[in-house]
């Protein structure tokens, strides 16, 4: 295993566990935002795909730890290659010129922090009910939790809203940016696509920031409710 542990901690390495863990994330990422159009859908509808999905049993606790786990790994491979390009460049720049680069290629680290408050804040709100414990795992009709019902007394709360609304719209466009750059990464990039995969991370991270901010919005403006 030696090799393995040399190769991760190689900047090359790093760069490319980094990718497939993001790429990773990524892909969680857009299933979860297509899980939340079900609140478009109504209670019963929305209850039924979370019912689903807390019956899965060990299923859900693999996925769950598998998804930490590439959470994890994607964080300590981010601290590493900070660390190898700060101790690459000991003195700053006399005069620092930035590339033609977008904003968010410029503020990975910093977005990257703010999505990891973020994340944490939102376990603490859906997945343990520390924000709003009355709404926590109350019973619909039909025995279920209620999750639709979280979800709209959630977001009918205009700081909750705003805060979320800034979160991901980071987060989408942290991990579209990250979309086109890993595959340069893996090598999976060519000249022949090369305006193609250039335009996918604002295109994809455009699409991920309206899919998730819809639903919250619409209960905010009471095209979901009660």
């Known amino acids: ?3 393995f542990v040399s190769y991760v901690r190689s900047s090359i390495g790093a760069k490319q566990v980094m990718a497939v863990t993001g ?3 990524l892909l969680f990422a857009i299933l979860h935002m297509v899980g939340h159009f079900g609140m478009f859908a109504g209670r019963d509808a929305y209850n039924t795909y979370a019912h689903t999905l807390q019956s899965l049993g060990v299923l859900k606790w693999a996925a769950r730890g598998g998804l930490l786990a ?4 994607h964080i300590i491979s981010a601290i590493a290659l900070a660390r190898a390009n700060s101790a690459a460049r000991p003195q700053k720049y006399a005069v620092f ?5 977008s904003i968010f290629a410029r503020t990975m680290t910093m977005t990257g922090l703010v999505i990891l408050a973020f994340v944490i804040y939102h376990l603490a709100h859906f997945t343990f009910g520390w924000v709003q414990p009355e709404h926590f795992h109350n019973l619909d009709a039909k025995g279920r939790y209620d999750a639709y019902s979280m979800f709209v007394m959630g977001f009918v709360k205009l700081p909750i809203l705003i805060s979320y609304l800034v979160a991901v719209t980071l987060l989408s466009f942290h991990l579209a940016h990250g979309a086109s750059s890993w ?3 893996l090598g999976w990039r060519h000249p022949k696509y090369d305006i193609l995969i ?7 991270g455009l699409a991920l920031a309206i899919g998730y901010a819809a639903p919250p919005i619409a209960v905010y403006l009471e095209l979901i409710k009660l």
């Open 198 to 204: 250039t335009r996918l991370g604002p295109v994809l």
């Open 97 to 101: 010129r930035t590339r033609r680069t």
């Open 23 to 25: 790429l990773g994330l």
């Open 1 to 3: 295993m030696s090799w």
């Open 70 to 73: 590439i959470f994890v790994v």
């Open 183 to 185: 595959l340069q990464t």
